[in-house]
């Protein structure tokens, strides 16, 4: 059984940055195409980034994100990143990180079949 979870999150002022983890236990991250999303208050979960296994291909949401936040993986530590500079109100939410044995790469929150319990961030103007 595949576990994710989170962790990182917090309360940051307009402007700061935040690195969020994703720690992954029961397999090896190494095959796993890992992605993160969010979820604010009476919104839908958004995709937010996802990186695949075999050769570190990145994909972003649109222009809201890219260019602010970079996802990156250290399969040593079994541990998916998401680092996010500069930060906006419009950020807030819960961000989940979710995984699939795969060597693709999926922007679509139905096709991850492993999910953490998410962890908080609030961005304060």
């Known amino acids: 059984q595949v576990q994710l979870v989170e962790s990182g999150g917090g309360l940051v002022q307009a402007g700061g940055s935040l690195r969020l983890s994703c720690a992954v236990s029961g397999r090896t991250l190494s095959r796993y195409a890992m992605g993160w999303f969010r979820q604010a208050p009476g919104k839908e979960r958004e995709f937010v980034a996802a990186?695949?296994?075999?050769?570190?291909?990145?994909?972003y949401a649109d222009s809201a994100v890219k260019g602010r936040f970079t996802i990156s993986r250290d399969n040593a530590k079994n541990t998916v990143y998401l680092q996010m500079n500069s930060l906006k109100p419009e950020d807030t939410a819960i961000y989940y990180c979710?995984?699939?044995?795969?060597?693709?790469?999926?922007?679509?929150?139905?096709?991850?079949?492993?999910w953490g319990q998410g962890t908080q961030v609030t961005v304060s103007s």
């Open positions: 979710a995984g699939k044995f795969t060597s693709g790469i999926y922007s679509s929150r139905t096709r991850y079949d492993y």
């Open positions: 990186i695949s296994w075999s050769d570190d291909r990145t994909y």
